[in-house]
Each structure stands twice: as structure tokens, then as C-alpha cells.
């Protein structure tokens, strides 16, 4: 049971931590030339996640999981026109792209989405709960990574070396 508690904890703790990207994510938007869009995009998954933060059983709730659906959709929609747009227009590495970054975004919005849905069937543990921290994780490595290499800094668009 001891261990039950624990990787309780460690749930609630992993999605306190992406509702906290999610929402610097919609945060740093403010001056994005299509800005409201890409705050929803973030918005939406921060609310939903920090629910399952606070009550892990909310993701039973039928207007949860409608809206994790709905919003994952759109999410997968988006991915797949952002990878055609990258594999059409990209010049080097996606992420000196504004929609390679954007595509990883949304990548990790429907990975996390993915992962609270799963666990209303049965308690995160073992490998799923090890995949969730280092999605958890990942976001706040790759931004670090990013905002500290200069050579990508330099490749940002005006609006983005503004925001930090």
C-alpha cells in the first residue's frame, strides 16, 4: 500500500508539473503573432491536467475525458500539418523552426492527454509511471536546452527573443 501512496504522490506531482508547463507554455505566447491560438492550444491541457493534479479520479468524469478528447483530436490534426509543413519548408534542425517547436509542443500535449486518460482504467505504475515523469521532465530539459544555446537564440524570430 506504501508503494500505492507513493506513486500516487508521484502522479499528482508529475501532472502539478505539466499543468505548470502547460501553462508557462500559453504564457510565453503573448507575443506571437497568432498568440490566442497557441493559449488555447496550452491552456486547455494546463486546466484539464491540474484537475487530474488536484483529484487523479476527475479523468472519470465525462466532460474531462470529452474535453481531453476533443482536445487531443485537434492536437493530432495539428501535429500532422505542422510535420507536413516542416517536411516541405524546414531548412536545418526543427527545432531552429517556430513550427518545429510548436509541432513538439503539441506532441507533448497529446502524450500527456494520452497518459491521464489511461489512468482512470487503472492506477499509473511501473512503466507507465516512469514514461510520465520523464514526459514531465522533457519540457522543462528542452526548454533549458534551447533558452541556453546560443546558436538557437540567435535563430529565433524577434517576438520569441522578447518573451524570457
Not at 500516487?8 to 507575443?31: D, I, K, P, Y
Request: aromatic fraction near 10%; charged fraction near 10%.
Amino acid at each position: 500500500m506504501a508503494g500505492g501512496a507513493a506513486e500516487g504522490r508521484l502522479w499528482r506531482l508529475c501532472n502539478l508539473l505539466m499543468a505548470a508547463f502547460f501553462g508557462l507554455a500559453a504564457a510565453v505566447q503573448v507575443n506571437d503573432p497568432d498568440a490566442g491560438l497557441w493559449m488555447v492550444v496550452y491552456l486547455v491541457p494546463a486546466a484539464l491536467t491540474l484537475l487530474v493534479g488536484i483529484n487523479p479520479s476527475v479523468t472519470d468524469n465525462g466532460v474531462w475525458r470529452s474535453l481531453c478528447d476533443l482536445h487531443s483530436a485537434g492536437c493530432v490534426v495539428g501535429t500532422f500539418v505542422l510535420a507536413c509543413s516542416l517536411f516541405v519548408y524546414a531548412q536545418g534542425n526543427i527545432l531552429h523552426e517556430e513550427e518545429g517547436r510548436e509541432l513538439f509542443g503539441l506532441v507533448i500535449i497529446t502524450m500527456w492527454m494520452s497518459l491521464c486518460r489511461s489512468s482512470a482504467k487503472s492506477p499509473l505504475g511501473g512503466i507507465r509511471l516512469t514514461a510520465a515523469v520523464v514526459v514531465a521532465l522533457f519540457p522543462f530539459v528542452s526548454w533549458l536546452y534551447v533558452y541556453m544555446n546560443k546558436e538557437m537564440r540567435a535563430s529565433w524570430p524577434t517576438h520569441c527573443k522578447t518573451v524570457i
